[in-house]
């Protein structure tokens, strides 16, 4: 796996994590230090405030929130990195595995998707997702494709800012 | 199953409570009083929708209701004994209160032995 | 013979709790001047000893620039404090034991204390102290301070400490190769350059890698590290750390299996930090809390109510009418008692808030609510303190102490005065339900809302003019929930509260004094009275909104409470023969009324209120910006309210 690393605030709830560097001033560093956020040291991902923004994150037992602005300060490697493509946020993927029937399998195939296929997220509405499969045409998959769909992040593009909320 | 109908039955009581309270039927109208009705009836709703594999979440959403219930109860027993308010009602959610609050109890025990 | 002890720890570890054990009935909460955190001192009598135990903010590390961690670390390097306590989270042990050991590094008569190692059994594990003192090279106590568990022995070990350090030598942490030859070289330079250095070179090296501008006070002109290096470096030292401390807790503990939650708690919070369900369930608390301060409080508060009125009869009937006591009767004991009545609400609020402070449900609430805030340029926690203010604003200032970060907390007691209390609700009922019978909920409605709005506004505004700052971060710990106890509310309700009775009570009491007098001196005509001068003098400034000197006297009374408004209004009003709210009615067109409802809204707070921002900005001039700033917005919304109001009802 080349290129950058994925962010503590792209990671999703449920996932463990590695942290693999902090990219924050020395101040905020330490203090993230003091709490646990060390190179290697694992992080589970808990649940989001209502609004989505701070989020609770388990650090060697204790529960921490961040927001967002100081989590994507935080490199990191998911340790545990399967996730349903309708959870997929815009990035390259490959496909783990398909967790269907016989007939969804082979609705699969005909669109070209099976084990080790390289799928091109271009946006995640909800889970309606707009895919390049194999860098091939756009295609469109609902929530309920997405959702058996198992896939493993490959390259991270820099998270779209929404953090653009500047009062 | 037992515990998805308690949630859904708690919950259709706190929202006809709160329904009567914003309304006026019976006791004065306060909106935003009968509000923490409907919170709570919510509050009960949700364990309804939650996965049902994951039955500590169902437990959940019973205890906290029970609990936001338990004060919203003693502030109904305060009402009724000092202010006057009307009889029925008052009680009613006394009672109500009160069923919630020994409901969440149990819950919380259920999840506490789950470990 | 005097021992001075500091406590250290992560936050939430029972520092305090511990603190109170230690120094039992005995301790006194002091408010260092010019601080924003508390630090708690008190006295345990132990076996001859005085011990003086100094219970500092909950930290994470010693490096770091917050207010805090700052007042800590200084106290540790400058008031040369006898034994350093650390105390640790026997459950969660990891970040406590890292900020032992930087505190290590610093000095070796340290105790390790091991704090709640019940519910650590009750997890069905097991913790070895003398493991954990063979690695870490100091004494361990286990305890469990909600019990009393392990005091005694603290104490004990606290005396022996002080008598016979050092009684072993700390285990010295060894880094990384690269790391050690950084710190040696450092060290090398800071023996060559700097003389009487009263702390280890290898702490100023190790600080001076992580970037502590400490560093300069104890030695200047270190070679600078370059911040990549630097970053490297420091990532190493800390990665080391917490390597070494796995391992210890990998020898010391029995039965521990990888951290979990427990189920309750995720439960909990699963429910209280809801997608959907966790803002409605925090107003819904915070409703419940306000409908208990005003309602369940409230028979205790007619009970006082008609206490002080009896009180007053009866000093009116045995002292006789003169003027000895009028000032007895009608100011002292009105006027303090006007401000008792409200003892019962502040106590039972502050009730309602430690349940929510000690249940640990307070930072949850404030990670729910913190998206909103950090729009205004606020945290969560600063809305805890607004919300507080629709009771008293006085409580609402006094409880920004919690907010570490000094700006937040500077901006969240000059616009906490725009939150409208319950002291200006009578004003508001009075004059709505006079004037606009038919929509007086609407009205009352839009008053509050403008409260919400104007604090909201200013807020923004105030971080716009005065500090350009960036948004503080929300990084906190959420603890596990514990069931509130009797004793810790009833502690804690009682030290909160009793700033009320002391500081309202105070300048109440003189208040009530002084505007007694002005009213009735020279005696006969109230329109002769000094009050009524006072009032006619400043009249032409209230032309344009239309007050005449009846108003404007309420207005100046009010600022003492504004309660005293209404009070004042009544005495002027009914003077003239009609009844009072007939004459009032007579007097002013709705359009003034509803100006002066946001005249009041805005104005200055009552004298209670400066004198909770003064102690609290510890600042004159920040306390006068307060004031003006209150006043002009006052005048001109009152201002804007009277010639909107007057176009469109056509007056």
């Known amino acids: 796996m080349r290129g950058e690393y994925m962010r503590l605030s792209e990671s999703i709830e449920g996932m463990a994590v590695k942290v693999v560097d902090l990219d924050a001033p020395p101040e905020l560093r330490e203090r993230l230090l003091g709490l646990g956020f060390v190179p290697g040291q694992t992080v589970i991902i808990g649940e989001a405030a209502p609004l989505g923004d701070p989020r609770v994150y388990i650090v060697g037992g204790k529960l921490v929130t961040l927001r967002d602005v100081e989590a994507q300060k935080i490199k990191i490697l998911p340790i545990v990195d399967l996730i349903p493509l309708e959870m997929a946020k815009p990035g390259l993927y490959e496909v783990e595995d398909l967790t269907g029937g016989h007939r969804f399998r082979q609705k699969m195939e005909a669109l070209g998707i099976k084990k080790g296929t390289k799928i091109r997220v271009i946006r995640n509405l909800n889970g309606l997702l707009a895919v390049l499969i194999n860098e091939g045409e756009e295609v469109e998959i609902g929530r309920g494709w997405a959702r058996k769909i198992l896939v493993r992040r490959m390259e991270v593009k820099p998270r779209d800012d929404k953090s653009g909320f500047n009062g | 199953m037992a515990w998805n109908l308690i949630n859904l039955l708690l919950s259709l009581l706190w929202f006809s409570a709160g329904i009567l309270k914003i309304a006026g039927i019976g006791t004065p109208s306060d909106i935003p009083f009968g509000g923490v009705f409907l ?77 | 013979m005097t021992i001075k002890v500091a406590l250290m720890g992560n936050p939430n570890v029972g520092k305090t709790t511990l603190f109170n054990a230690l120094t039992g009935s005995r301790q006194h909460v002091a408010n260092w001047p010019g601080v924003t955190v508390e630090k708690k001192e008190g006295v345990a009598l132990y076996k001859g000893f005085r011990i003086h135990v100094v219970d500092l903010p909950g930290i994470y590390t010693l490096g770091s620039k917050s207010l805090d961690e700052q007042i800590a670390r200084d106290y540790l390097l400058f008031e040369s404090p006898d034994v350093v306590v650390v105390i640790a989270d026997a459950v969660n042990p990891e970040q406590g034991l890292y900020l032992l050991l930087q505190i290590l590094e610093l000095r070796s008569d340290v105790i390790l204390v091991m704090n709640a190692v019940d519910e650590l059994e009750r ?28 005091v005694s022995e603290l104490l004990d070990t606290i005396i022996h400490v002080h008598q016979t350090r050092p009684a072993h030598q700390p285990v010295r942490f060894r880094y990384d190769q690269t790391v050690e030859n950084t710190i040696e070289q450092l060290e090398k330079v800071i023996l060559s350059k700097c003389e009487n250095l009263n702390v280890p070179a290898r702490w100023l090296a190790i600080r001076h890698i992580e970037g502590d501008e400490i560093v300069q006070w104890f030695c200047e002109s270190l070679p600078p590290i370059e911040g990549n290096e630097r970053k490297k470096l420091s990532l190493q030292i800390a990665r080391s750390r917490y390597d070494h401390i ?111 402070e000690e249940s640990g449900y307070l930072p949850r609430a404030a990670f729910v609510i913190d998206r909103i805030m950090y729009a205004l340029k606020l945290s969560g926690r600063s809305f805890m303190s607004l919300i507080l203010g629709f009771g008293c604003n006085v409580p609402a200032i006094l409880s920004t102490r919690a907010i570490s970060d000094p700006r937040e907390r500077l901006v969240t007691i000059l616009v906490s005065p725009f939150v409208t209390c319950s002291a200006r609700l009578p004003i508001y009922v009075l004059l709505a339900g006079l004037f606009f019978p038919q929509n007086a909920g609407s009205v009352l409605f839009l008053i509050y809302a403008s409260s919400v709005f104007l604090a909201a506004v200013s807020s923004v505004l105030l971080n716009r003019v005065l500090f350009k700052g960036e948004p503080v971060p929300l990084i906190m710990e959420l603890p596990r929930y514990r069931r509130p106890t009797v004793k810790g509310l009833l502690n804690y309700s009682w030290s909160k509260g009793r700033h009320f009775l002391q500081k309202a009570g105070t300048i109440i009491l003189i208040a009530s004094i002084a505007i007694w007098f002005l009213g009735s001196f020279p005696p006969g005509n109230v329109e002769n009275s000094l009050a009524a001068r006072i009032g006619k003098f400043l009249e032409p400034l209230f032309k344009p909104l239309n007050y005449d000197w009846r108003i404007t006297t309420a207005l100046i009374f009010g600022t003492a409470a504004k309660e005293i408004v209404v009070s004042t209004l009544s005495t002027f009003y009914s003077s003239e023969g009609l009844s009072f709210t007939e004459s009032l009615r007579n007097s002013i067109d709705p359009s003034t009324a509803l100006s002066l409802m946001f005249f009041v809204l805005a104005y200055i707070p009552c004298f209670a209120t400066i004198a909770a921002i003064r102690s609290e900005t510890q600042s004159d001039k920040w306390t006068l910006v307060s004031l003006i700033y209150g006043l002009v917005v006052a005048y001109l919304l009152a201002y804007l309210v009277k010639v909107v109001t007057g176009l469109w009802l056509g007056i």
Do not use: C
């Open chain 3, 123 to 150: 997890e069905g594990s097991r913790l070895n102290r003398y493991e954990l003192e063979k690695h870490l090279g100091v004494h361990v106590i286990p305890t469990v301070a909600t019990k009393r568990e392990g």
């Open chain 3, 246 to 356: 796995n391992v210890i807790i990998r020898e010391a503990y029995s039965g521990k299996s990888a951290p979990k939650r427990l189920p309750l708690d995720e439960a909990i919070d699963h429910v209280l930090t809801h997608k959907y369900l966790g803002i409605p369930i925090f107003f819904t608390i915070m409703y419940l809390i306000f409908s208990f301060t005003f309602k369940v409080a409230q028979p205790l508060s007619d009970l006082i109510d008609i206490s002080v009125s009896r009180l007053a009869e009866f000093a009116k009937a045995s002292l006789g009418e003169n003027w000895l006591a009028a000032l007895f009767s009608d100011g002292i004991i009105s006027g303090v008692g006007a401000v008792l009545v409200f003892t019962p609400n502040i106590f039972v609020m502050f009730l309602g808030l430690g349940i929510l």
């Open chain 2, 39 to 115: 919170v709570i009836g919510a509050v009960f709703l949700w364990g309804v929708f939650e996965d049902p594999v994951d039955r500590p979440k169902r437990l959940s959403h019973t205890y906290v209701g029970g609990m936001l219930a338990f004060w919203l109860g003693i502030y109904s027993a305060v009402n009724l004994i000092f202010y006057q308010q009307t009889l029925y009602f008052d009680s009613g959610a006394v009672i109500l209160s009160f069923v919630s609050f020994l409901l969440g109890i149990k819950a919380k025990r259920k999840i506490e032995a789950m470990r």
